[in-house]
């Protein structure tokens, strides 16, 4: 059934769960290994690895000396050696970390919200950049172009790939590409218009040609597109819809849109592509949505509010399908798992429910968090709620 089609939206639904451990707000949320784990990152530069099939901490450490403001993974990195993660701080550290199982088990399980702080065990550290932190704006990161159509196999190294933050002058943006550490680009903003600081980034790879999405805090929201055989690139698309700063912003390249949230009360979804449909507004009457995130099938939406509540949205019609409120304080960060894109994702057909009866109780709990929509919330509170959604 479509998510359109679903009754009258849900309103204070109660969460699944509840994970408690960190001692600072929580800024960002990230899901790894077909949902297995749950990373999260503090105002403390604190980083919680959570096993999702029991709901407990399995390592903790100190990614960084300042707030993360960004925790992502490294596109195809996952290998029998792991996950590349990447985390974004206000430190002004961009660091790569190899997470394989055999680091994860070294790691402490001490909590950051214990009265001891935890050791300094941390995952072997790949790469360590130093980049711009201003504005509380995280980084963005795409498969880069050239490995699109490059011999590498599965087996080989994980792509390259490239990063994106703010450049130190306003209105930059500032491309790397990894694992080479070398300048890709430096983006300008468009001087027929007044953009101020860049406040949310996104990339976009597709058939060989990158595309970089940019909110910034006059309230613009730009599509900048590289011209074919040089080094410059033209602003495709500008569209003021916001009266305050763009706090996030998101992709759903399958239907050709963005989305953009600000701290005032309006919702925006923008065409990526010339051509597309125009751009649509939704006024939701909830000022402050710091965190914008469109679900892997690009069915629906969420937003992560400062009045603690976390909203779900249609992707086609925006319209609101729920309300998810238990925080008393503002929500900052939302991660949904991803269903079905993986080669280990277990989604059960009717071979696989006979499977089923013969697992164990664990197996059958890796199962569940393989083939269930989940959305995390991280609240100003330290606390991540958990909820099953559509």
């Known amino acids: 059934m479509d998510v359109d089609d679903c009754g009258p939206k849900i309103l204070y639904a109660q969460p699944a769960y509840i994970l408690r451990g960190h001692s600072a707000q929580i800024h960002a949320l990230h899901f790894i290994a077909d949902n297995k784990y749950l990373i999260s990152g503090d105002a403390d530069g604190w980083v919680i690895i959570w096993d999702m099939p029991i709901k407990r901490p399995v390592g903790v450490w100190q990614a960084h000396r300042g707030a993360i403001l960004g925790i992502n993974s490294w596109p195809g990195s ?21 997470l394989a199982q055999d680091d994860i088990s070294r790691l402490a399980i001490k909590l950051p919200a214990d009265a001891e702080p935890a050791d ?14 201003l504005n509380f704006c995280s980084f963005a990161i795409s498969i880069s172009p050239g490995s699109l159509t490059s011999s590498k196999t599965s087996n080989d190294a994980p792509p390259d790939v490239l990063v994106a933050v703010p ?72 569209h003021k819809s916001h009266t305050q700063p763009v706090l996030s912003l998101d992709i759903a390249p399958g239907l050709n849109y963005f989305y953009s949230s600000s ?9 990526l592509n010339e051509g597309s449909s125009a751009t649509k507004t939704l006024q939701t009457k909830h000022a402050g949505q710091q965190s914008l995130i469109v679900r892997s099938d690009e069915k629906i939406f969420a937003t992560a509010g400062w009045d603690g509540r976390a909203r779900v949205y249609s992707a086609k019609t925006m319209k609101e399908l729920a309300v998810l409120k238990w925080h008393k304080e503002g929500c ?10 993986s080669k ?30 989940g959305l995390a919330a991280g609240s100003k509170d330290g606390k991540i709620s958990l909820w099953d959604v559509y």
């Open 78 to 98: 996952e290998s029998d050696q792991g996950d590349r993660i990447i985390t974004h701080g206000r430190d002004n550290k961009l660091r790569v970390w190899q």
């Open 167 to 238: 450049g130190v002058q306003d209105g930059y943006i500032n491309i790397t590409s990894l694992p080479a550490e070398q300048r890709f680009a430096t983006i300008t903003d468009p001087k027929d218009i007044k953009t101020g600081m860049v406040m949310a980034i996104g990339l976009q790879t597709e058939s060989g040609k990158l595309k970089v999405i940019a909110g910034y805090e006059s309230g613009y929201a730009c599509v900048f597109s590289q011209q074919d055989g040089s080094s410059n690139w033209q602003a495709i698309y500008t």
């Open 344 to 373: 280990s994702s277990n989604k059960l057909d009717g071979d696989a429910l006979a499977v089923k009866r013969n697992l164990t109780v664990a197996e059958q709990r890796v199962q569940k968090v393989q083939s269930t929509h």
């Open 332 to 341: 900052y960060a939302l991660a949904f798992a991803t269903i079905g894109e």
């Open 120 to 133: 300094s065990r941390q995952p072997w550290l790949l790469h360590s950049l130093t980049v711009n932190a």
């Open 263 to 271: 701290a005032d009360e309006i919702i925006t979804r923008h065409p």
